[in-house]
């Protein structure tokens, strides 16, 4: 039922649009909102409350309380009375059992009382624990704010864009539009949001600066990033000074029944009549601390409804107040024993600033007494506060009459925070159990943990707080503010689904070749291609190639290069010869192994260090601190992605390579850790001879935009060598016979390089490098664990981290383990005691409870004498 | 030993003839228009002070580095007019165009009237050049898939 059309109204009644509630059509007009709709369709009860299944009504119709949450679309706790109404939305009611108007959980408000009393869930359900799940299934269903659809299809995208303004407006109003003006005026790059629910009057567009609505600024975070929910785009705004003009918020009163249906805020009524053209009773008592109560008054009587008392709590102080209703509905209000009859209460506890986006920028926040509401104060340098945001005409209820506050004793629940069905009685409770700071009791009780974030119940239950302990608000103080200041889709949040990840240039050649992918750090890498053991065989036998592209690559040249890998490594760098390559460790200041790689000499002053595919920027990072705090003359340049590298391994690796270039390939001229400048098959490759996986085999390094040709090229020259590729899965297994160490995997952050069984590589003779002191000071201490091979007697593979058992005890862990075909053993790596690591100790490893007996190997499990590696 | 191996322009030689691929080519399949692989671009790091040498754009990415644009075909002069302290990185880097700034804010948290600059694009590390309306996005070459899909992704949702 609609009042006869105004000028003011901004439905187009000539313009009709259908939706559903609970699978029914409700006709409305272009220009409603889902709430006015239902409205006007009859609807009072929008929502079941939190806790005791009461009905709830529209109370605001502006978008700041939990009254009008319901599923839209499949989305839950969407505010419907700042909803536009679409074609074919379904709406849905949520937090009940049977339906809003009949909601079998609404027994917990007759029973529920002595059973859920404040923090109840804090202390009972929780024994006995094993019933946990269950109790939790059960809260979970009783309470709470609708249901996620977790099998639905993404229904819209969510998009994130970074916007930059030099000063970010926060709201429309007046104060927002003179702000945005007047700094437009001065030439700035001005920006305006505004939650687009100011819907009294439609923002005008204006020229000198931009106005994006509706949307909703969440939170201003350091450095002024204030994220801005626009919809379906978030807008991360960086803007030099952030204006914010959010307004005030209508406060409730506190006394029996405040929660009824019907009990309305002044925004309510004015929007209710003015926009949507509804009349919101047929009688109406107002009681109010301000003028905004007298204003809806006088918005009742024009829309028709009879306004039988207004109580000016300015000019009266009754002693008691109480609203009483039948079916969650309002029916009469006593004041002072003199009972009225009404089917609308219009409540003004006058208007608070909303200054929460102020707080968490760091504005301190203090109890104004006199006009009895918490203003900002000490606004951080690039953050404005204008209008009724900054405490400007905004009144409170300090004139509220204690007897207002007096609550359950006239019957009646008297809800502080009507979102966490928090009432009186419970904050009193709090407090007599203890919980005196507010900080505390707001955890305790979760007053304004709600879904309206203490918009409404803030003030309230802080006065309330003040007068229970008798203390002064301002003592009280205020509890912190945090974003997000408004609810935001977790959707939005997380934005597109993109993951960052690197791929080598071969990523499609390895799934064309049906390659299972895995990560490694941030890279996508090939496990196998389909047949772990015959890519071990063909590497052993015949001629196998792996895509290594993923190691760091980094340039070191430069007339210090040579002190500089000095300082840095353990090893000694000065006496490689230029075509040389050796294997090296990179430690921390406190001795531990840091990454591994090999460094090659091309020539006097220049050097190229290969690192651990996941280490490549960890140890570039780590080269330029240490470049710059020595100031050595050298540079460091990172080329990982601008060369692919093969490892071309096998027995007839020789003979392929041979076929490709014209580099002198034999054993003298091509020795095993010398590298090479050649062309193969027509690109400049940096070749190292090097083998990690065991066999005779060679490191091509060149550049990534040839690597499918060179790679191409190589798999049909080698076709009949029998050439295979092999995924990181065979290549550990084959490192793993030579009992090569993966840093990382065999050694962990504590590791360091003389317990790792690498004391080859550390020259305590040089002047110094880094961990120097620290290895010093191990070597002194003598080891406390070894690493060491082990090969299984029985076969069983050992899990991986696996425990050592020495007389019953942990005495140390496997830390990689694998069946081997070549060596006909189950073989690993572990940390076990130092006097345990001599060849044939024995030692026992659990494998499924079981203990498993094992032999210590210190050489390597096959080719002891890299007579293959070296050939 | 001459660094060779970072070179990227190849002739045929000795019977073989390398194929350059970039490595945007399959991501930017179904670009729309607006949307152009720049990858063959000649990039070179160099390490202190840079002077210009005709045809070449210069953008600091630090303190002490610059980037330098050039031709694919000029990378050779160059580097040898810019002396020794010069990284042929043209094969680290991918590159690609977009074309308007909502594609951009989309992209990247950048103030795009002060480019060019470096700095995250799809959330991977970036130098960003702008010629009016058009952006130049340079970026390690192993997140082409990644920075395709997103910038791709990133038009479909403005389109
Ligand atoms: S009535 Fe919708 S938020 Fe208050």
Redesign the pocket.
């Given at each position: 039922m609609r009042l006869p059309p105004s000028p003011e109204e901004r439905i187009d009644r000539s313009r009709t649009v259908t939706f559903f509630f609970e699978g029914e059509p409700i006709e409305a007009y272009a220009g409603d909102t889902i709430?006015s709709a239902l409205f006007a369709a009859g609807r009072r009860v929008?929502s079941r409350s939190f806790k005791y299944h009461r009905p709830r009504?529209?109370?605001?119709?502006?978008?700041?309380?939990?009254?009008?949450?319901m599923q839209v679309d499949g989305a839950p706790s969407v505010?419907?009375?700042?909803a536009p109404v679409r074609e074919g939305t379904r709406v849905r009611s949520q937090n009940v059992l049977g339906s809003l108007d009949r909601d079998l959980l609404a027994v917990v408000d007759k029973v529920g009382g002595p059973f859920t009393p404040v923090g109840f869930y804090y202390r009972t359900m929780i024994r006995p624990r094993r019933a946990w799940p269950y109790y939790e299934r059960f809260l979970r269903r009783v309470a709470g704010l609708g249901t996620i659809d977790k099998h639905a299809r993404r229904s819209s995208r969510f998009d994130t864009e970074h916007r930059r303004a030099e000063v970010l407006v926060i709201g429309g109003g007046p104060s927002g539009l003179d702000a945005a003006r007047a700094a437009a005026r001065d030439g700035r790059r001005v920006v305006l949001v505004d939650e687009g629910l100011a819907l009294d009057a439609q923002l005008p567009r204006e020229d000198g600066f931009e106005t994006i609505a509706p949307a909703r600024a969440i939170g201003i975070y350091e450095g002024g990033l204030v994220p801005v929910d626009a919809g379906d785009v978030l807008l991360r705004f960086r803007a030099e000074r952030v204006v914010v003009a959010s307004g005030a918020i209508e406060q409730p009163l506190l006394f029996p029944g405040n929660d009824l249906v019907g009990v309305l805020?002044p925004s309510?009524v004015r929007r209710l009549t003015r926009l949507w053209s509804l009349r919101p009773g047929e009688r109406a008592v107002v009681i109010t601390a301000d003028d905004r109560g007298l204003a809806a008054a006088e918005d009742l009587r024009r829309a028709g409804t009879s306004v039988a008392r207004v109580v000016d709590l300015r000019t009266t102080q009754p002693a008691q107040m109480a609203a009483r209703g039948s079916h969650g509905r309002v029916r009469s209000v006593s004041v002072d024993g003199d009972s009225v009859d009404c089917d609308v209460l219009v409540m003004s506890g006058g208007s608070q600033p909303a200054y929460s986006l102020l707080a968490q920028a760091g504005a301190r926040v203090e109890y104004d007494g006199t006009r009895g509401i918490f203003v900002p104060r000490d606004l951080p340098p690039h953050v404005e506060a204008v209008g009724s945001a900054a405490g400007e005409g905004a009144r409170g209820a300090a004139a509220v009459p204690a007897a207002s506050y007096r609550g359950t004793e006239s019957g009646g629940r008297c809800f502080v925070c009507i979102c966490e069905d928090v009432t009186d009685k419970d904050v009193k409770r709090a407090i007599a159990e203890g919980f005196d700071s507010i900080e505390l009791a707001k955890r305790y009780t979760t007053v304004t943990m709600g879904p309206?974030q203490g918009r409404l119940c803030h003030l309230p239950s802080i006065r309330l707080y003040a007068r229970e302990t008798r203390a002064e608000e301002a003592t009280i103080g205020t509890t912190t503010a945090r974003p997000p200041w408004a609810p935001v889709r977790l959707g939005l949040l997380a934005g597109r689904g993109h993951e960052p990840a690197k791929r080598t240039s071969l990523h499609h050649r390895h799934k064309e070749l049906g390659a299972q992918m895995m990560w490694t750090g941030e890279w996508r890498r090939p496990h196998s291609y389909g047949d772990v053991a015959a890519e071990v065989r063909a590497v052993h036998e015949g001629v196998g190639v792996i895509d290594v592209s993923t190691l760091g690559k980094l340039l070191v040249s430069g007339p210090d290069a040579v002190s500089f890998l000095e300082r840095l490594y353990p090893n000694r760098f000065g006496d490689l010869k230029p075509g040389r390559i050796r294997y090296a460790v990179l430690g921390t200041d406190a001795g531990r192994i840091m990454d591994d790689g090999t460094i090659g000499r091309l020539s006097e002053r220049d050097f190229y260090v290969t690192t651990t595919s996941t280490g490549a920027e960890t140890v570039l990072a780590w080269f330029e601190w240490w470049n710059a705090v020595w100031g050595y003359d050298v540079s460091v340049d990172n080329v990982t992605g601008a060369l692919a590298a093969l490892n071309v391994a096998g027995p007839r690796s020789r003979a392929l390579l041979a076929r490709l270039t014209e580099l002198d390939v034999s054993p003298d001229g091509f020795g095993y850790l010398d590298a090479r400048e050649a062309r193969v098959a027509g690109v400049p490759c940096l070749l190292l001879r090097i083998g990690f996986v065991g066999e005779l085999g060679y490191e091509l390094h060149f550049p990534s935009p040839y690597a499918e040709y060179l790679w191409d090229t190589l798999l049909e020259r080698g076709a009949d060598a029998g050439i295979r590729p092999f995924g990181l899965e065979p290549q550990r297994i084959l490192r793993l016979e030579k009992a090569h160490v993966i840093v990382g995997q065999d050694t962990d952050s504590e590791s360091n390089a003389l317990d790792a069984n690498m004391s080859w590589l550390v020259k305590f003779d040089k002047d110094d490098f880094v961990g120097k002191w620290a290895l010093e000071h191990v070597r002194e201490r003598g080891p406390r664990e070894r690493l060491v091979g082990f090969e299984m007697a029985n076969g069983t593979v050992p899990p991986e981290g696996g425990q050592i058992v020495v007389d019953g005890l942990p005495a140390g862990r496997v830390t990689s383990a694998r069946w081997s075909d070549a060596v006909g053993k189950a073989i690993g790596l572990a940390w076990v005691p130092p006097a345990l690591a001599d060849e044939d100790s024995r030692i026992e490893i659990r494998v499924d409870g079981r203990l498993e007996p094992a032999l210590v190997r210190l050489r390597p499990f096959f080719d002891p004498d890299d007579e293959r590696l070296r050939a | 030993m001459s660094r060779d191996f970072l070179a990227v322009e190849l002739a045929p030689a000795d019977g073989f003839e390398p194929r350059w691929r970039s490595p945007l080519e399959r991501a930017l399949r179904d670009a729309p228009p607006g949307i152009r692989d720049l990858s063959r671009t000649g990039k070179l790091h160099v390490h202190g002070d840079v002077g210009a040498p005709p045809g070449v754009e210069v953008v600091r990415v630090a303190p002490d580095r610059a980037l330098v644009l050039c031709a694919a075909a000029d990378v050779e002069r160059v580097r040898g007019e810019l002396g020794e302290r010069v990284v042929d990185m043209s094969a680290a880097l991918a590159g690609l165009e977009v074309r308007g700034e909502r594609l951009m804010r989309r992209l990247a948290d950048l103030d795009l009237d002060a480019l060019p600059a470096a700095g995250a694009v799809a959330h991977v590390p970036a130098t960003v050049l702008r010629d009016g309306d058009a952006f130049r996005i340079f970026f390690p070459q192993e997140y082409a898939d990644h920075v395709g899909a997103v910038v791709l992704d990133a038009a479909a949702g403005l389109a």
């Open positions: 709430g929008f009504g529209l109370l605001c119709c502006s978008g700041h309380c939990p009254n009008c949450l505010r419907v009375c700042t805020l309510a309206c | -």
